[in-house]
């Protein structure tokens, strides 16, 4: 397929491997940020390819994952109102909330839908004026233009029953918590190719400059992520700190102007609870005070009382590069993707859930 | 579509309550919608049920029909609950002779619809080469059905040489698709609400009892296994192959068929077209030393002309499929859990 195959070169992959063969001297750990990095590592089998001395681990950007309990069970508080329509995309359907997930409260009787855009969900609204159709909006920066576009489309049109539960996330304060971890054995970032399209380049060289510390920004096709890793360990391995673009197909080093001046329309910066790794200051966008009416938790004076995540699901430690899947004792036993005890096992993108469907050929002894 | 009869013309816009209560409306429903166009010396007799003779060993299948949209690009409900049967029967190495037909129909469906789907029926049950020959009509309150639902069931004789059985299944042995996959499943989707994009993918629903047939005639007891790889699709399969035998399944990315918008709409959508439902196709497993005729004689059939052999039965990793993915890397194929969800990004 055009544009696709190019990117899936056996030939070029063996080229890229040989070359980081050759240049790796030294054991290095390099996070991929993104879940759908994460996925293509393991889907395609390119993790068992990698030199021995190279340790990839794999990052909180998954935000099926990283959406607080909290947040899932406002979700589920909101679907199960009389005369609502709660909207999601198809993945945050199986997460397991405190004591459901959407999909048995769907099964319950509560009117779950799954969308593919935001826009359909203003759509709905339209088709069903005597409803109040919610949209639960997650996602990092790459969905967040859509989801604030669906809010001033509404308020354009006039659609007064159409609001969001906001529940984004941003990259770099996550990036910068981990670098801070006394803990921390991150050595080079993979920078999510997506999320950089949309925000570009530049809030990525003062944590690089800070931290001392490469980021890439990589895509996600293997020849994509195999030049991104080769590109971290040239840097690793000179002593350089720099912000780089792989992704140069799509990525601008300012990023998408349009979609950032829609996001600063609707959003405002706020703390976001990370599930798994706890609360992150100024982490997320929450809808603004001159939308207020589209914002959900407002609108349905949403006040829900606080909840403890599972205490078996090492999922932070994991997002935090601290453990592989394998670590975990519940892996595969407790814990499957039919009955997770956390997010990353449920989403096609979650390292768990990654690891369990894809790589149980790579059950081998940990480093 | 070339339709074999005309559509049935009823003197009533939507089907209601009445036409299940088995009384007059029930018999001008049946008159003007089955029995005119299904018709048959079975049917004909209006009876309980059909008798007939039947020699040799039998093989007996049934499956129910409640696909979403009832109409989609190649085909419709009709066509699926001929094809579905037929095709069950077909991979136990039978040839179907007998099918039933039995509708759940919804209260306020288009009674031009229905005439569509029998149409279907008719020119589906025609092209299989199997005759109706009994079936049941109810209609459900509007709300507890979704327009209509078919349950089929179907009976046909088993080639004196088929031996067809996981059993029968040795390491070494090819595993052999016959078309390109996800087809049917992306054009269901392409038409679904809040999915729809534009596409000219067309379901390949069919009836290969004829294809098979003449497989099974010629090899024999060469032909160890054949599935159509309906919901969960090819990777669910393989997974009961790998958990029944306890063996392995060594599968290659690259010589798994798929057609170029297929494999775009999959991209595009997130899902894996290893799972995405079939519904033209079959996989068969066979003996090493017949693979290369069996795959020569199903390329020449228009109904395989895309068929690629996609793997081998091996001792390796037992119980497990494992797919050298198009960069020369491994994985495992899983089964399915719960349904494909679309990705967020």
Known sequence: MKYLSEYRDPELVQEYLGKLQELTTRPWTLMEICGGQTHSLVKNGLLNMLPDKITMVHGPGCPVCVTSLGVIDEAIWLAHQPNTILCSFGDMLRVPGSKESLLEAKAAGADVRILYSPLEAVQLAVANPDKEVVFFAVGFETTAPANALSVVHAHKSGVKNYSILASHVLVPPAMEALLSDPENKIDGFLAAGHVCTIMGMEEYYPIAEKYRTPIVITGFEPVDLLQGILMTVIQLEQGEFKVENQYSRYVQREGNRMAQATMQEVFTISDRAWRGIGNIPASGYEVNDQYRNYNARLKFNLHLPAVAENENCISGEIMRGLKKPFQCPNFGTACKPEHPLGAPMVSSEGACAAYYHYSSNLAAPLP | ?345
Do not use: W
């Not at chain 2, 004196?160 to 996959?181: E, F, K, L, M």
């Open chain 2, 1 to 345: 579509m070339q339709l074999s009869c005309p559509l049935p013309k009823f003197d009533f816009d939507v089907i209601t309550l009445g036409h299940g209560s088995g009384g007059l409306l029930t018999h001008r429903l049946l008159q003007k919608g089955v029995f005119d166009i299904l018709g048959n010396e079975f049917l004909g007799q209006q009876h309980d049920g059909a008798s007939f003779h039947m020699d040799g060993k039998l093989a007996f299948s049934t499956d129910s029909f409640v696909v979403h949209p009832i109409f989609f690009p190649g085909g419709s409900i009709g066509d699926l609950a001929i094809n579905g049967t037929v095709n069950d029967l077909a991979m136990c190495g039978a040839q179907p002779q007998y099918l039933s037909l039995s509708f759940i129909l919804e209260e306020g469906l288009k009674t031009d619809e229905f005439s569509q789907i029998l149409a279907d029926i008719k020119t589906a049950a025609d092209k299989a080469g199997v005759k109706i020959v009994t079936g049941d009509t109810k209609v459900v309150e509007k709300g507890k059905g979704d327009k209509l639902f078919i349950n089929t069931s179907g009976i046909g004789t088993v080639h004196p040489g088929a031996a067809i059985h996981h059993q029968h299944i040795r390491p070494g042995d090819r595993v052999i698709i016959s078309g390109n996959i996800a087809t049917h499943g992306m054009a269901i989707m392409s038409v679904r609400e809040g999915l729809e994009f534009e596409t000219s993918i067309i379901s390949d629903t069919v009836a290969l009892n004829h294809t098979v047939y003449t497989l099974v005639n010629r090899f024999g007891k060469g032909i160890k296994f054949l599935r159509d790889p309906t919901r969960g699709g090819v990777a669910s399969v393989l997974n009961e192959v790998a958990e029944l035998t306890e063996l392995g399944v060594d599968l290659v990315q690259s010589r798994v068929p798929v057609e170029e918008q297929v494999e775009a709409a999959c991209e595009m959508l997130g899902l894996d077209p290893l799972y995405v439902a079939n519904e033209g196709i079959f996989l068969a497993i066979v003996s090493e030393d017949i693979a290369a005729p069996f795959l020569q004689a199903l390329k020449e059939d228009e109904l395989g002309v895309n068929a690629a052999e996609i793997g081998v039965v091996s001792v390796n990793h037992p119980r497990k499929v494992i797919m050298e993915s198009r960069i020369g890397g491994s994985r495992v194929v899983s089964y399915l859990t719960g349904e494909q969800l679309p990705r967020i990004c």
